[in-house]
């Protein structure tokens, strides 16, 4: 079965874009695009979507804001926010909003598929620059707890923070698939979170990692 996407961005050009690359998948749909995010709660009760594909910045109705009222009521709902500029604020703020990803509209078509399915398998996908400023913040911060983890899921949930796949933190670190979404499990619970966008927000907050 498909998943189902919804697409919220004021550039109706680039709503009909998104929309076209998705429909030309095998296991993604666009099923609804709109211009605002006022309505954003709404429309995900009506729809029932799997994903949300959000703009930040829309005049009538902000990214952030309609993150924040859909996340309030469907904590589970992957959201992923698409910007043009990768300034701090917006990224921070995205994220405290709960979103489960980060990406600049400039993103290649193929790998912007790539990190969508990501989403769906509980990654936290994010634009290079983005993981970037992420790293940065969290250097800068005084804030430092340990949680008890390991040197392993400590490198583990640093290139989870990085935007990395699942898959790609296997080829990273040496081991199989299934080793990481085990030692992900156990970050999981070490930090008392229960996704990797709850994951990379602690992280960022109390500087986990490095």
């Known amino acids: 079965m498909k998943k189902r996407i919804i697409i919220f961005d004021d550039d109706s050009t680039r709503r009909d874009s998104l929309a076209m690359l998705l429909n ?32 930040i910045d829309m005049p009538l ?7 924040r009222a859909v996340k309030a009521e469907f904590p589970a ?6 910007t043009v500029f990768d300034d701090n604020e917006n990224i921070f703020e995205a994220i405290k909003a709960g979103a489960n990803g980060y990406l600049l509209k400039k993103t290649a ?5 790539d990190q969508l399915r990501e989403a769906f398998e509980g990654g936290a996908p994010m634009t290079g620059t983005v993981a970037t400023k992420v790293l940065q913040f969290f250097r800068e911060e005084n804030i430092s707890t340990t949680y008890n983890l390991t040197e392993k899921e400590k490198n583990i949930l640093k ?20 080793t990481v979404c085990n030692h992900i499990k156990k970050i999981y619970e070490k930090l008392h979170v229960n996704s990797a966008t709850e ?3 602690l992280a960022i907050q109390r500087r986990v990692v490095s």
């Open 61 to 67: 109705g902000n990214g952030i804001n309609g993150t």
């Open 24 to 55: 030309m998948c095998a296991d993604m749909e666009c099923v609804g695009s709109y211009e605002s995010a006022a309505d954003a709660l709404d429309l995900v009760k009506a729809i029932q979507p799997d994903l949300v594909l959000m703009d």
């Open 159 to 178: 290139l989870l923070v990085e935007g990395h796949s699942y898959k790609m933190i296997a080829a990273k670190s040496g081991i199989a698939y299934f």
């Open 109 to 113: 078509p193929d790998k912007l598929l």
């Open 77 to 82: 709902l992957p959201i992923i926010m698409q």
């Open 199 to 201: 994951a990379v927000r």
